[in-house]
């Protein structure tokens, strides 16, 4: 696939539509987990324009910082903590309308005001957060759940093939 992505005028549906065949194109025949993280966080990123982007990998009782797009970001996140340790716990995608007004919330970046957070799931077990942050307010709603977890379905259709 070219290295620039196609871009669409419309709604959040259609453009995570244009979205997900350009990605699974991206993925196709790199077996390479870090390589294929970074190139999902990017497209999300370069479609969308989000504040940041990027994932969490399950390492023993935490969360650790992988591939992403956007300002440095925290490094460690146990899973009590944040909104990424919350949906690790609660094994479910979580949109949170205004990240102030969700308790516990980990402030990596100031500038961060509404954010979704989608698990990913391999044999049964969450092993990675998709961690996307908005500079607007109620930035995020089902349109956005629905197409970041069919994109997150890609990881976990080939999850078992990466290294």
């Known amino acids: 696939m070219a290295e620039d992505l196609i871009k669409i005028n419309g709604t959040r549906a259609d453009q995570y539509a244009n979205l997900y065949p350009q990605v699974k194109s991206l993925l196709d025949g790199e077996l390479d987990t870090y390589a294929n993280l970074a190139n999902i966080a990017a497209a999300i990123h370069d479609i969308f324009g989000f504040f940041w982007v990027g994932f969490y990998l399950v390492k ?9 797009q956007g300002p440095v970001a925290c490094t460690r996140i146990p899973f009590h903590k944040g909104v990424c340790g919350y949906t690790y716990r609660v094994g479910k995608t979580v949109i949170v309308p205004n990240v102030d007004e969700f308790p516990g919330h980990i402030a990596c970046a100031s500038a961060s005001k509404s954010e979704i957070v989608v698990p990913v799931y391999f044999e049964n ?5 998709l961690d996307v942050d908005s500079d607007c307010l109620n930035d995020f709603n089902a349109e956005d759940q629905i197409g970041l977890e ?6 976990e259709e080939n999850w078992g093939n990466w290294n």
Not at 60 to 68: A, I, M, R, T, Y
Not at 125 to 129: H, S, W, Y
């Open 150 to 155: 069919k994109i997150m379905g890609l990881i």
């Open 60 to 68: 023993g009782d935490e969360l650790v910082l992988g591939p992403f």
């Open 125 to 129: 077990k969450v092993i990675l957060v």
